[in-house]
């Protein structure tokens, strides 16, 4: 399924706690990205990172960030200034920026309580 | 970002019918326009795309348009069968080089 990975499947946080979901992928992508998903509102990019150590923000990035310290690697920190969080979170990942298939994780299912 | 306007949000239609699925987009640099299938919880997974130096494209039973002077392109699926039935997203890649993803239509497809 595409060498891509996301845990934990179910995520159950306190309001008020950060929370960093994980992203893997061993396709040897340069790019990697996030993006939540509400019902009805479809896919809606939060960051994208083009190389290590480079990252920009997506349409919705506010109360989020990430970091990329390897090429594997894309680890999505949702934080307490995210006023609604419970959502579902997908990762990918594609060769490059533009026109490529983008891969996706299966997705991590977060609810803040 | 670019703004990708689909429709319809949900279209059901009986097997063996043509299921089409129209998307907009805002801005006139896009230039690569793929469409996702995403089943009932699993991951989107591509399933055609289209280049905007290409007027159509077809795979099988999935063909894809484009208009570029009009800003829309479209999905067609012909001969539907069942296992057609999933959320559809369209998306565009505009000038900063993100990909910018319509609402998304839901299809069903009764036997």
């Known amino acids: 399924d595409g060498g891509i990975t996301q845990s934990p499947k179910y995520l159950f946080r306190k309001e008020g706690q950060n929370v960093t979901l994980s992203c893997e992928q061993n396709l040897n992508h340069d790019a990697m990205y996030w993006y939540r998903q509400d019902p009805g509102q479809g896919l809606r990019l939060i960051y994208y990172s083009q190389i290590v150590n480079d990252f920009q923000k997506g349409d919705i990035a506010e109360g989020y960030s990430v970091s990329r310290e390897k090429k594997e690697s894309f680890p999505l920190t949702v934080t307490s200034a995210q006023k609604n969080p419970t959502a579902f979170y997908l990762c990918a990942s594609s060769i490059g920026l533009g026109g490529y298939e983008q891969y996706f994780g299966p997705g991590t299912r977060l609810t803040v309580t | 970002g670019e703004n990708v306007e689909q429709h319809p949000s949900t279209l059901s239609v009986q097997e063996g019918d043509s299921a089409v699925i129209k998307c907009t987009y805002s801005d006139s640099a896009s230039n690569y326009f793929p469409w996702y299938k995403q089943e009932l919880g699993k991951r989107p997974q591509l399933i055609i795309d289209?280049?905007?130096?290409?007027g159509e494209k077809k795979d099988q039973r999935i063909a894809v348009t484009l208009n570029k002077t009009a800003k829309h392109f479209s999905l067609h699926i012909t001969e539907t069968q069942p296992e057609d039935s999933a959320v559809y997203f369209c998306?565009?890649?505009?000038?900063?080089?993100?990909?910018?993803f319509g609402k998304g239509t839901s299809l069903l497809v009764t036997p």
């Open positions: 998306a565009a890649r505009d000038s900063g080089y993100a990909l910018n």
């Open positions: 289209i280049r905007s130096n290409v």
